[in-house]
Structure formats: C-alpha cells, structure tokens
C-alpha cells in the first residue's frame, strides 16, 4: 500500500516561491510515475505536472515557465518548485503515483491528503 505525505504548502504573497515535497512510503518509488494536480475551490482537479520513473517531464500550460518538478529516488520523494506565484495559483495541491496514463487520465493509483497553498495578492 502506497503512501503519500505532501508537505511545504503556505500562505505566500504574490510572486513569491514555494517548493511542495512529496513523500512516497511502501512502494517501489524509483519504478513509478509521479504527478502534481491541484484543485481550487469551485473548480475541477487538473493535473500540473508529471515525471516519469525516467526522470521526463510534463507542465501545464498554465504553470509553464513558472513550476517544475522533479524527484530524488534515494529520497522516494517528489517535488514540486513554484516561483513568480500569482493568486490564481491558490489551491490544495496533491501528489499522486502510477502510471503516466492514469495520472493524465486522472486516475492514479494513489493520493496525498493535499496541502494548501494561498497566494494573496
């Protein structure tokens, strides 16, 4: 059973830089993809970015340019680095684990609680 620990959500002004942890226990972390969604309140969960167990990875267009993500496997654990933050990034951030295909589907195979992130303006 995997479990997933997300930490490092705040309260930040806008422009300011946050980086999201994703700590992954009783799995096998380094063969699986990894996935940020977030979901803002009235809106859908929408996937931000993802890595592969191959270290490739994928940002939405909305947060191109601005986020990144990464993961260290001797850490089993992922992160997500947000800079030039603007309000309407504001959102529960969550980190999930599967494949590449459920996860862009929206269906992983497991889910963090989530952190809250508040970008004020």
């Known amino acids: 059973q995997v479990q997933l620990v997300e930490s490092g959500g705040g309260l930040v002004q806008a422009g300011g830089s946050l980086r999201l942890s994703c700590s992954s226990s009783?799995?096998?972390?380094?063969?699986?993809?990894m996935g940020w969604y977030r979901q803002a309140p009235g809106k859908q969960r929408e996937l931000v970015a993802d890595?592969?167990?191959?270290?490739?990875?994928t940002v939405a267009d909305s947060v191109k340019g601005r986020f990144a993500i990464s993961r260290d496997n001797a850490k089993n654990t992922a992160y997500l680095q947000m800079n030039s933050l603007k309000p309407e990034d504001t959102a529960v951030y969550y980190c999930?684990?599967?494949?590449?295909?459920?996860?862009?589907?929206?269906?992983?195979?497991?889910w963090g609680q989530g952190t809250q992130v508040t970008v004020s303006s």
């Open positions: 009783g799995g096998i972390f380094w063969a699986k993809d």
């Open positions: 999930a684990t599967g494949n590449i295909v459920g996860l862009r589907l929206g269906k992983p195979g497991s």
């Open positions: 890595i592969t167990s191959g270290g490739i990875t």
